[in-house]
């Protein structure tokens, strides 16, 4: 039973029908049509419709959708039987068969090439060569087989005009290791006549339509085929058939499977030869048969690579040998004609034959060693010709049909065979189901004596004069009372039978009225032996291969070959046996109108043909038990949900115990039968209900399911965000440590480094280490920084205060604070600043600075130099300041330092410098007499003093916990006995001292400027 599939496309497999009758049989057929559903199953039987329009489900991607899946796991399709007969072959090491029947046109030979698709997609994993090479010749073969033995008919334009039976081998592991095809009766009179509206073989009008002109030329052949009156019926009719395109492929097929030059060569010749033959024609002069165009016979002779006389003599003469003696007796025009076709006819089914032969060769499994390789298991897939009734029904179609009528009979065999023995094995009673069986058909074609083959043989052995009409009596005389057999001679008032001509046969599929005209030529199937003999002494070796018997000689006495028919019936026989001992898989299909459209659904011809093949008796058969059936196990999987007992899993000592519980749960146990290994379902409605229920407990367990995979996602997606978490400060923690680790090596040893580590170079740090490290780097320059300091000396460390002041107040404002010297702050001690106008004014600014220290007590110099200054009075003069820890000194250098005037060092406010190099400083006082000076007599002579000047100053009124007030300005505010002014600096081209001039609004610093 197929699940998965909605019930909106009706019924997957007819067994769930509620009601088996016609009508629900056919609305369910007619609705899965209608939704594009072609498949259906019954049980294992798949029910196939033509489609007629190409569907999109043979692709890669529906092929992994059923690779080793069961049959009811996915909705019904070819591939699910293909891989249903492929699992039995390589799990149970059985030989399995696919056997697709149908009338013509119903799409036998699309499912057979579509499950072999499938066999060669699935299998060879490993792509070993020498199986793709296999799989490749298998696949390739279609392609020139349809060339050869398939032909427009009235009923399908791809039909095909012989039987073939293609069996796979593989090995032990399942991959195809080659393969044998067997060919069954190529309707060979279509080569020399067709139907209105049919053509002959494909092969004819591919070479006429895609052959290059070069080789046309070769084959003394033109393009239009109604040249030809063998196949000019054909020639006439468009149809969507590309035969140019198609001669490519075949001629491209013929090269891969390994058919050399000469052996295409060969069979395109052959072709021309059949086309010229039809065209020969005979005359009359005198009592002489001739042919009348000759110049046909020498391309014969050319084409068949033999002697020109010899292809005149064998179409015009026949050689018999009558005791010793052998004579030549002259043909006449019907017999001439007679035995042109059937040269025509049997050079081409020769040809037929040859080709299945040379594929055979090569498919052929080579090398294998039962022993080595394990078993080698077969699928055999049969593709037969359908059954048919044409306007006017032969000798073929007899066969053909009969062929079906054995088919249908193995079908209703097995599937009750099957049926009967799964019962038996499950230990559950068998009803006995009454179905139609055509083997009372079977028989009255080839039951020995009775049957139509036997007449027919019968007919064909009598001397004398034997005519079809002979024949046709023969059987009105054994087969009068025969339910399934009439002829007008036995109904007379049937009008649609001709008297003397016609028989019926109500076959299973249908009533068929047959015309016996032809019978005997066609079973008698005589070829002259002159043409063997023709053929053989060929200078073409492939062509004498073909024909081996031709190398006889005329006296040699032969036995009398079989018959066609019992040469069909007897390979007929075999083929059936030959499927019965395999696992049968059935495919059935169905042809939903007869003018190939994709949208119409012809009720009454489907009606029929469901009808005839059997299908309503199929299901009531697999219904008259049970109509579903599963393993114990299997039944479990599906519907424990539904019981409390089964669900999840049942503690009970058996799965059968389990799936006792679950149906008497439910109130099923009267409906249900438990076999050995399977449980029995008899209703539908039963299986339905479970359905149901199933369907109802699934919801739950989805929600069930989601809410705890919901969950699942949640933590695992909580534990994955943990455990980045934890990497992550793993990480930080390794980042951290390793930094500071790094840190800890590098500056390790900087109390033994001179500079104490200043050139260490930082390790970067890690991003969440960077404040820790702005504060590491501070402490350790706060380290460095106390380090240098605690080794300096009181005097030392005084500098580096006032250097340190200086920064402060004047960093990135002055240029040049002349940091990088040392303050001497006391410069007129030195000799340096003095020495240069008198040699002792250093001894006397010394006397005069103890004098003050004396008087003033002060503890120290803070700074002394020579200066420029400017009065209130716009008088500028030369003066020293000496700046003490109390008192800022006015001094005339040029009077030994005389002290002129003292400002409390209290008193001082602030002091102003310039952003300049000059040496101009204004110290500003509490009572507005604010002292203008410019700094000078600097050794060396460029040298800046200002930044020792302020930093001292800051630096001792820090230390005395005062303000002052530091401006750096230009121009520079100042109050000159309470009277404010400006100084500004200006440079002044050509001086070369500093000096001080008025301004209109206070005073001007000229500074030597260029
Ligand atoms: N599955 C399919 N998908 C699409 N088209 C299909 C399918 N099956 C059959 N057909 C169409 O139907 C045509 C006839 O099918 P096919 O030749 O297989 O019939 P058949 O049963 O082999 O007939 P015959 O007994 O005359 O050989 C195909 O040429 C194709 O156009
Ligand atoms: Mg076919």
Redesign the pocket.
Known sequence: MAEHESLEYGKADFVLLDNVSMEEFMGNLKLRFEKGR?YSYIGEVVV?V??????NIYGRDTIEQYKGRELYERPPHLFAIADAAYKAMKRRNKDTCIVIS??????????SK?IMQYIAAITNPNQRAEVERVKNMLLKSNCVLEAFG?AK?N??????RFGKYMDINFDFKGDPIGGHISNYLLEKSRVIFQQSGERSFHSFYQLLRGAPDSLLRSLHIQKDPTAYNYIKVGGQIKSSINDGADFKAVADAMKVIGFTGDEVQTVYKILATILHLGNLTFGVDGDVTLIENPKLVSILRELLSTKEENVEKAMLYRTVATGRDVIEKQHTIQEASYGRDALAKAMYERLFCWIVGRINDIIEVRNYDARVHGKNTVIGVL?I??F?IFQNNSFEQFCINYCNEKLQQLFIQLVLKQEQEEYQREGIPWKHIDYFNNQIIVDLVEQQHKGIFSVLDEACMNVGKVTDEVFLQGLNGKLAKHAHYTSRKLSPTDKSLEFDRDFRIRHYAGDVVYSVVGFIDKNKDTLFQDFKRLLYNSANPVLKAMWPEGKLSITEVTKRPLTAATLFKNSMISLVENLASKEPYYVR?IKPNDV?SPLLFEQERCRHQVEYLGLLENVRVRRAGFAYRQTYPRFLQRYKMISEFTWPNHDLPSDKDAVKRLMQGCGFDHDVAYGKTKVFIRTPRTLFSLEEQRAEMVQRIVLFLQKVWRGTIARMRYRRMRAALVILRAYRRYKVKSYIREVNRRFKNVRAMKDYGRHVKWPTPPKVLRKFEEALRSIYNRWWAWTLIKGLSPEEALQVRAKVASLEALKGQRADLGLQRAWEGNYLVSMWDCSEDSPDTASSFTLVSSELQRKDKFMRVLFSCNVRKINRFHKAEDRAVLITDRHLYKMDPLKQYKPMKSIPLYNVTGVSVSPGKDQLVVFHTKDSRDLVVCLQGMVPANESRIGELVGTLLSHFKSEKRKLQVNIASPIQCSMNGRKCTVIVEPKINLTQPDFTKSRSGYILAVPGN
């Open positions: 072609i196939s033509n489609p007629y329009r190409a569907m149908g009338e013509s046109g119903a799409g036998k030979t699309e499912a579509y398939n008919t009923r399908n334009d791809n039909s095909s593709d010709y359908g048919e299909c190939k």
